[in-house]
């Protein structure tokens, strides 16, 4: 609890951490891209691909941090990729993002929604009606695209507490082919091919660590490959948005 609440209303900002990081890949002739960016390079690669940092950064609260990353990256740069949950779309900022050469897109969660609306605790029971999932996270995807104006090549799932209590990850909607064909999706962050292609994935942590399995600076130093997932609530603190998600948790903690 001490830790959660240094984490959530305490610790300081971590943006020049950031910022370093983006600098010392720079200085290391790294190519700094969006997950959208690197799965370009893969398909038309004539060999190993050398020297890239990709970043994807998980927009699950604060859009006031999210909106100073880009910032950051802009002054750099460098593009990413930045991954909307619907209670986090803001189309403004991410057009923005696509007009600057970064990608913004959808960070989907419809298996753990659909448990909570449903009560659901079940994993077999959740399976059976991925159909109906399916179908809404379609036509969540068709209206985010149509308002954002731009096409979404790439998504990523969102980790909800229902999906690590019932193991199933929202990721299981699109083992679906058709799905991902009849939308336009070319990859998903957490595809196995997708992923194995790196050296190494790092995702940040909460403090006193900050990054697993290390820091991007260290990885720098020894890896080509490197992709770097973060989120806007490691970065900096907001009081504000910690405590309105920290209440939305517990509710539907206790509803469930």
């Excluded at 609260?61 to 986090?88: N, V």
């Excluded at 057009?95 to 609306?117: C, N, P, R």
């Excluded at 806007?232 to 939305?248: A, S």
């Amino acid at each position: 609890m001490l830790s959660r609440i240094y984490c959530d209303y305490l610790m300081p900002s971590q943006l020049s951490m950031y910022e370093r990081v983006v600098s010392a890949a720079q200085q290391a002739g790294y190519t700094q891209t969006s997950v959208r960016g690197y799965f370009d390079l893969l398909c038309k690669r004539q060999g190993p691909l050398d020297k890239v940092l990709v970043h994807r950064h998980d927009i699950d609260t604060d859009l006031r941090t999210t909106r100073k990353l880009f910032e950051i990256e802009k002054r750099h740069g460098i593009t990413s990729s930045f991954y909307f949950r619907l209670s986090t779309l803001d189309f403004a900022l991410m057009q923005e993002i696509e007009d600057f050469g970064s990608e913004a897109s959808y960070h989907y969660e419809e298996v753990a929604t659909y448990a909570k609306l449903n009560k659901i605790k079940d994993p077999t029971t959740l399976r059976s009606r991925m159909a109906e999932i399916r179908s809404t996270f379609a036509a969540n995807f068709a209206c985010i695209e149509q308002r954002l104006g731009k096409k979404m090549r790439t998504v990523a799932s969102h980790g909800d507490f229902v999906n690590r209590r019932l193991k199933i990850s929202n990721v299981e909607i699109l083992a679906d082919a058709s799905l991902r064909e009849s939308c336009g999706i070319a990859c998903e962050a957490y595809d196995r091919t997708f992923l194995e292609s790196f050296d190494i994935y790092i995702t940040d942590r909460p403090a006193p660590q900050y990054y697993f399995p290390m820091s991007p600076v260290e990885a720098l130093r020894g890896h080509a490959r490197i992709c770097l997932l973060t989120h806007p609530r490691q970065v900096e603190t907001n009081w504000k948005e910690n405590t309105k998600d920290n209440l939305q948790r517990l509710y539907e903690g206790m509803v469930w």
